[in-house]
Nanobody
Framework: QVQLVESGGGLVQAGGSLRLSCAAS????????MGWFRQAPEKAREFVAS????????YYADSVKGRFTISRDNAKNTVYLQMNSLKPEDTAVYYC?????????????????WGQGTQVTVSS
């Protein structure tokens, strides 16, 4: 049974930082593209960042480029999202996801496994 468990969310002031973690089990972690998505109230789920199997290919949404960094540790079956210079508009539930294909890595439809999400709230 595949499980993705996010942690590290919380309440932070604008300009602050948070580091999200996602621990994976039940899958061959190194074979999967890992992504972070987020969903704010009454908005569609949106792509934040993805990292491909070896960690060599990184992609970011324009809205987070230069502020967020995705990384992975295949030995620990964990993917991270370091979030710096947080803004109130970053407030959302953040989800970790796994895809066994690199095709359409920006689309939620490409990801077959999802975590339960972790809330990030940025106050102004």
């Amino acid at each position: 049974q595949v499980q993705l468990v996010e942690s590290g969310g919380g309440l932070v002031q604008a300009g602050g930082s948070l580091r999200l973690s996602c621990a994976a089990s039940g899958l061959t972690f190194g074979s999967y593209v890992m992504g972070w998505f987020r969903q704010a109230p009454e908005k569609a789920r949106e792509f934040v960042a993805s990292i491909h199997r070896s960690g060599g290919n990184l992609y970011y949404a324009d809205s987070v480029k230069g502020r967020f960094t995705i990384s992975r540790d295949n030995a620990k079956n964990t993917v991270y999202l370091q979030m710096n210079s947080l803004k109130p508009e970053d407030t959302a539930v953040y989800y970790c996801a796994a895809a066994n294909t690199a095709f359409r890595w920006y689309s939620p439809d490409a990801y077959g496994y999802w975590g339960q999400g972790t809330q990030v709230t940025v106050s102004s």
